[in-house]
C-alpha cells in the first residue's frame, strides 16, 4: 500500500464578478462564472518512506497539489487516497485559530490529528521546547509575529511523529537558526523512514533531501525523476526563460547580515588572479590562476560550517560548483567561530565568456544554507585559440606507436 496515491486527481476553481451571480446561475441554470484549471490529470503514487520534491514556478500548482494530499482540497476530478496520519505546513495562516491560545491550538491540531488527550500532554513539553516561543504560547496566535507561527506550526506538525510530512515552503519565514534546527527535524523524520513531500524554490535543498522530485508546470507534471536529472532540466527551463544577466553585487555588500548566535554568516568573499582583487576580474582560459578565499563567522556551538561555490554564466545557469563537504574537507576555526577558507583553479579551465561566482556558506553536512553571496564577483574570461564550448578539458594525445613511427620516417625522408 502506497502512502499516496492520485489517479487522474485535477482541481478547477470558479469564481464569481458579483455575489448574486451565483444565485442567477442557479435559478437561470446559465453560467455566470469564471474557471481556472488548477490541476489536471495528475496520477501519482508516491511509496511509504519516499521524500518528494515538488518545484515549478509559481502559480503552476504546486500548493494545490499539496492541499489536495493533505486533505484540505477535495479534488474536481479524479481521487486522492491517502494513508497514514498527515502533517502539514502549508502557506502562513493556515491551520490555526488566530484568536485562540497557541496552547489551544496545539490541542486542538492534535485532536483534529487524531491523537488523545493524553498523547497531547505527553508531546507537549517537547513542542513547547522546540518551538521556543516561551510566554508567547499563552498569547492568541493574531499577535504572533510570522516566524514565532512558523515554530509553532512546524514544532506541532513533527512532533506529533507524523506518518506523512507536508511542507510548502512555509520555512522560508524562520530566523536561520530555527531553520537549521528544522531541517535538522526533517532529515531525522526522513531517516525514521516516514514519507515527505518537500516544496521549495532551493532547488540545492531538493536536490540534496529529497531522492525524487517532480517538475509541475501549468498544472500538469512535465518531469518525474531522479533529483539531478529533473533539477537539471527544470533549471535548463529556466535559463531559457531568462532574458537578463544577474545584477552586480561586491564581497560582502551582496551578503546578508544574520545574527551569529544559532547560526552562521559570511564575513568576506576576495577573489585573486595575478595578485590583483575586485569585481570584474580579467582572466585567461589556462595561464590564470584563479583563488577565491571565503571568511565566516559562526556559533561555536554548532558544528563548523561548510563552504561551497558556484559560476554562473550569463544566462544565471550554474555552469560547475564546489563544495568543502562534497570534496571530503572539514574545516576548522577558532574558539570564537571565525574561520577562513581558501580554493585555488589553477591553469583556469573555464572558455571565453562573462561568468559569475557565487558563494555559500552552508551547514556541515552541506543541506542547511546559513548565507550566501550571489553574484559576488564577476569574472571576464578571454582565451587563446578557437576551442568551442564552455570548458577546456585537460587531455593528452596518443596514437599507435608503428604510426608515428612510419610517419617520423616519411618526413625525415
Not at 163 to 171: G, S, V
Request: aromatic residues 8%.
Amino acid at each position: 500500500m502506497s502512502a499516496i496515491v492520485l489517479r487522474q486527481a485535477g482541481k478547477q476553481y470558479v469564481s464569481y464578478a458579483h455575489e448574486w451571480d451565483r444565485l442567477w446561475e442557479v435559478l437561470t441554470r446559465r453560467p455566470r462564472h469564471r474557471s481556472f484549471q488548477a490541476l489536471s490529470d495528475i496520477n501519482l503514487m508516491v511509496p511509504h518512506g519516499q521524500v518528494l520534491g515538488i518545484v515549478g514556478k509559481n502559480g503552476a500548482g504546486k500548493s494545490t497539489l499539496l492541499k489536495l494530499m493533505a486533505g484540505t482540497l477535495l479534488p474536481s476530478a479524479g481521487s486522492v487516497e491517502v494513508n497514514g496520519r498527515v502533517a502539514a505546513l502549508l502557506e502562513l495562516g493556515s491551520g490555526f485559530h488566530p484568536e485562540m491560545t497557541g496552547r489551544e491550538n496545539v490541542y486542538l491540531t492534535g485532536a483534529i490529528m487524531g491523537l488523545t488527550q493524553a498523547e497531547i500532554d505527553r508531546l507537549y513539553p517537547e513542542i513547547v521546547a522546540f518551538a521556543g516561543i516561551g510566554e508567547f504560547i499563552d498569547q492568541p496566535v493574531k499577535t504572533y509575529s510570522s516566524g514565532m507561527f512558523v515554530r509553532l506550526a512546524f514544532a506541532v506538525a513533527t512532533c506529533v511523529e507524523p506518518d506523512i510530512l507536508i511542507i510548502d515552503e512555509a520555512l522560508s519565514v524562520g530566523d536561520g537558526a530555527f531553520a537549521r534546527k528544522s531541517f535538522e527535524r526533517i532529515k531525522a523524520i526522513r531517516d525514521h523512514g516516514k514519507t515527505i513531500l518537500f516544496c521549495s524554490h532551493s532547488l540545492y535543498q531538493v536536490e540534496a533531501i529529497c531522492n525524487r522530485v517532480i517538475w509541475i508546470d501549468q498544472g500538469r507534471v512535465r518531469v518525474d525523476g531522479e533529483p539531478a536529472a529533473v533539477v537539471t532540466a527544470y533549471n535548463n527551463f529556466l535559463a531559457g526563460e531568462a532574458s537578463a544577466s544577474p545584477d552586480a553585487a561586491t564581497g560582502v555588500a551582496a551578503m546578508t547580515a544574520l545574527p551569529v548566535h544559532g547560526t552562521a554568516r559570511l564575513t568576506g568573499v576576495v577573489a585573486t588572479v595575478g595578485g590583483k582583487n575586485g569585481s570584474p576580474l580579467e582572466l585567461e582560459t589556462g595561464r590564470s590562476d584563479l583563488q577565491i578565499t571565503t571568511c565566516f563567522d559562526s556559533d561555536p556551538a554548532l558544528p563548523c560550517p561548510s563552504v561551497a561555490l558556484a559560476f554562473l554564466g550569463e544566462d544565471q545557469r550554474i555552469v560547475t560548483s564546489a563544495g568543502t563537504h562534497n570534496d571530503g574537507l572539514t574545516l576548522a576555526r577558532d574558539p570564537l567561530g571565525r574561520g577562513e577558507v581558501s580554493v585555488i583553479f589553477s591553469k583556469f579551465p573555464l572558455l571565453k565568456g562573462n561568468y559569475w561566482l557565487s558563494v555559500y556558506l552552508l551547514g556541515e553536512d552541506g543541506v542547511h544554507v546559513y548565507d550566501q553571496a550571489f553574484a559576488a564577483v564577476e569574472l571576464r574570461v578571454s582565451q587563446r585559440g578557437l576551442e568551442q564550448g564552455l570548458v577546456s578539458l585537460p587531455r593528452r594525445w596518443l596514437q599507435p606507436a608503428g604510426v608515428g613511427a612510419d610517419r617520423d620516417r616519411q618526413q625525415s625522408l
